[in-house]
């Protein structure tokens, strides 16, 4: 798979998954989606419509598949729909969006014991404040930049050796603890992707940097481009021969640990391994606790609001979506303009969000949209799609100065927030919740620019246009602001469970 450097207005992102000439690919499935929704809308059966569409694109599924992929994004589209509504309701009532959230989690919980309760508000809590801590790489660094490569497959994997070496450090009494390096507030340039420590003496006795290109070509080239001199490198099973002969003076492995100070170790991943992961939440990293009550569930909840709202906030600083798919449509026509345009300036836009998500689902199994792992529950993508589809009608109304910045940002939040409860709550389920959560914070920015910035171009160019200035004019501020929240979110977290801790000490210690 060929990478490609994306230089936009605020970043210089390199991305392993989506390039432009997939850009490119995905942008004639969509337009074969809306093209044939144009064609029959409104007056469109949106179920038998959808069906016929996945039968045309995706041959091999049955007729029970195409039935049930058709009706399933129907039904999260309205969910979704439903619970944005709420939620902007309760925001015209002064009510917050993290409160919305916390009353909504325990009126979906009524009946399940306070310790389920606990551990799985914590659960979802944890793996979207993982996911948020991993994009901040992508977002901003201490100096000042954004130039960060883009490696989910990366991230995926530091957080699999981690796993696996403390388990095999505690099942051998071994001194030593490995642990990904999340930030504060922010990443250094060229900051550590993990580390191994003396778990008595907090000393560093190894420092790791991850690359899993898609090829060895590829992960050299990731290499090449940071300074890493310090570290040791960690690449697939595959890839470590060839990796090790472009860096003859370097340490590269595909596990870590394994060294005379330290002779426990990780096992080596290949990159298909790491793109099964991608699926699912990685259990050992969150770690239950089984001492929750009503109080602080509820501040839990609370967080939990504030992590999805800060995915939100950290979605407006990542723009190269919006670029791709500005080169994408670039002198390619456009059809069903009228049909979008009105369903975004009246808000009757079922029509359009299904017609995007069967097309994201359709790119997504053909890997064309590799950020997205195949097999990706419809519910999942459906509520990508209506998060995207509304943060587009939002950067329309920041262009055209019908709201200010701040506004535009609380209302990226709410959407966002709307999407966490149903991913968490909704019909989709809760493994499936936890584990889309566990992407959605780091693919969904890009993926999201790509398709939000190609349905404000089917609009109309000029829409288009408007689109990609309202996402350029929002990164400024919300760059300052996700330097300084973060910091907040943390603490408020680790406050909640220090508070949990003492409290059930002190009473069955």
Request: glycine letters at 10%; charged letters at 25%.
């Given at each position: 798979?060929?990478?490609?450097?994306?230089q936009?207005?605020?970043a210089?992102?390199?991305?392993?998954?989506?390039?432009?000439?997939?850009?490119?690919?995905?942008?004639?499935?969509?337009?074969?989606?809306?093209?044939?929704y144009?064609?029959?809308?409104?007056?469109?059966?949106?179920?038998?419509?959808?069906?016929?569409?996945?039968?045309?694109?995706?041959?091999?599924?049955?007729?029970?598949?195409?039935?049930?992929?058709?009706?399933?994004?129907?039904?999260?589209?309205?969910?979704?729909?439903?619970?944005?509504?709420?939620?902007?309701?309760?925001?015209?009532?002064?009510?917050?969006k993290?409160?919305?959230?916390?009353?909504?989690?325990?009126?979906?919980?009524?009946?399940?014991?306070?310790?389920?309760?606990?551990?799985?508000?914590?659960?979802?809590?944890?793996?979207?404040?993982?996911?948020?801590?991993?994009?901040?790489?992508?977002?901003?660094?201490?100096?000042?930049?954004?130039?960060?490569?883009?490696?989910?497959?990366?991230?995926?994997?530091?957080?699999?050796?981690?796993?696996?070496?403390?388990?095999?450090?505690?099942?051998?009494n071994s001194?030593?603890?490995?642990?990904?390096?999340?930030?504060?507030?922010?990443?250094?340039?060229n900051?550590?992707?993990?580390v191994?420590?003396?778990?008595?003496?907090?000393?560093?006795?190894?420092?790791?940097?991850?690359?899993?290109?898609?090829?060895?070509?590829?992960?050299?080239?990731?290499?090449?481009?940071?300074?890493?001199?310090?570290?040791?490198?960690?690449?697939?099973?595959?890839?470590?021969?060839?990796?090790?002969?472009?860096?003859?003076?370097?340490?590269?492995?595909?596990?870590?640990?394994?060294?005379?100070?330290?002779?426990?170790?990780?096992?080596?991943?290949?990159?298909?391994?790491?793109?099964?992961?991608?699926?699912?939440?990685?259990?050992?990293?969150?770690?239950?606790?089984?001492?929750?009550?009503?109080?602080?569930?509820?501040?839990?909840?609370?967080?939990?609001?504030?992590?999805?709202?800060?995915?939100?906030?950290?979605?407006?600083?990542?723009?190269?979506g919006?670029?791709?798919?500005?080169?994408?449509?670039?002198?390619?026509?456009?059809?069903?303009?009228?049909?979008?345009?009105?369903?975004?300036?009246?808000?009757?836009?079922?029509?359009?969000?299904?017609?995007?998500?069967?097309?994201?689902?359709?790119?997504?199994?053909?890997?064309?949209?590799?950020?997205?792992?195949?097999?990706?529950?419809?519910?999942?993508?459906?509520?990508?799609?209506?998060?995207?589809?509304?943060?587009?009608?939002?950067?329309?109304?920041?262009?055209?100065?019908?709201?200010?910045?701040?506004?535009?940002?609380?209302?990226?939040?709410?959407n966002?927030?709307?999407?966490?409860?149903?991913?968490?709550?909704?019909?989709?389920?809760?493994?499936?919740?936890?584990?889309?959560?566990?992407w959605?914070?780091?693919?969904?920015?890009?993926?999201?620019?790509?398709?939000?910035?190609?349905?404000?171009?089917?609009?109309?160019?000029?829409?288009?246009?408007?689109?990609?200035?309202?996402?350029?004019?929002?990164v400024?501020?919300?760059?300052?602001?996700?330097?300084?929240?973060?910091?907040?979110?943390?603490?408020?977290?680790?406050?909640?469970?220090?508070?949990?801790?003492?409290?059930?000490?002190?009473?069955?210690?």
């Amino acid at each position: 798979m060929e990478d490609i450097r994306v230089q936009s207005a605020n970043a210089d992102f390199e991305i392993e998954g989506l390039t432009e000439k997939e850009a490119k690919e995905f942008q004639k499935i969509l337009s074969r989606f809306v093209k044939s929704y144009s064609a029959k809308a409104p007056d469109a059966d949106l179920k038998d419509w959808l069906h016929t569409q996945f039968k045309e694109e995706l041959p091999d599924l049955s007729d029970d598949e195409c039935e049930r992929l058709s009706q399933e994004t129907l039904d999260n589209i309205k969910e979704f729909d439903d619970n944005l509504e709420s939620i902007n309701e309760a925001a015209r009532k002064g009510v917050s969006k993290e409160n919305w959230l916390a009353d909504k989690i325990a009126a979906a919980s009524v009946g399940v014991a306070v310790n389920d309760y606990g551990n799985y508000i914590n659960l979802i809590d944890r793996t979207i404040g993982m996911a948020n801590s991993q994009m901040l790489r992508a977002v901003i660094r201490k100096d000042g930049g954004i130039r960060q490569e883009f490696n989910l497959d990366g991230f995926i994997a530091e957080q699999a050796h981690v796993n696996k070496f403390n388990m095999e450090a505690a099942l051998q009494n071994s001194p030593f603890r490995a642990e990904v390096c999340v930030p504060d507030s922010a990443y250094a340039a060229n900051s550590f992707d993990a580390v191994i420590k003396d778990a008595a003496t907090g000393k560093i006795v190894h420092q790791y940097q991850f690359k899993f290109g898609a090829t060895a070509e590829d992960t050299i080239r990731l290499l090449k481009s940071g300074e890493y001199n310090n570290q040791r490198f960690v690449v697939p099973a595959e890839q470590v021969a060839d990796v090790q002969k472009a860096f003859p003076g370097k340490s590269v492995e595909a596990y870590i640990g394994g060294t005379d100070k330290v002779s426990v170790m990780s096992e080596g991943l290949t990159k298909e391994q790491v793109k099964e992961m991608q699926l699912k939440v990685q259990d050992e990293s969150i770690i239950p606790r089984n001492d929750w009550n009503t109080y602080n569930t509820k501040a839990l909840a609370l967080n939990l609001g504030k992590q999805a709202a800060f995915t939100g906030l950290q979605a407006a600083v990542i723009t190269v979506g919006f670029d791709l798919a500005a080169k994408a449509v670039s002198g390619e026509p456009i059809e069903g303009e009228e049909v979008i345009s009105v369903a975004l300036e009246s808000g009757a836009d079922a029509g359009v969000k299904a017609a995007v998500t069967g097309a994201v689902k359709v790119g997504v199994e053909k890997g064309v949209i590799a950020l997205i792992p195949k097999g990706t529950p419809i519910g999942a993508i459906a509520t990508l799609v209506c998060v995207t589809v509304e943060n587009v009608k939002i950067l329309g109304k920041l262009a055209k100065g019908e709201i200010t910045l701040i506004e535009a940002l609380d209302m990226t939040g709410r959407n966002t927030v709307a999407m966490t409860y149903g991913l968490g709550w909704g019909k989709i389920g809760m493994v499936a919740g936890a584990a889309a959560l566990s992407w959605i914070p780091i693919a969904g920015p890009i993926v999201g620019g790509l398709v939000g910035g190609m349905v404000g171009y089917m609009a109309g160019s000029k829409f288009g246009e408007v689109i990609y200035d309202g996402a350029k004019k929002i990164v400024t501020t919300a760059k300052k602001i996700v330097a300084s929240a973060w910091e907040g979110i943390k603490s408020a977290a680790n406050n909640i469970r220090e508070k949990v801790s003492d409290f059930f000490g002190k009473v069955f210690g």
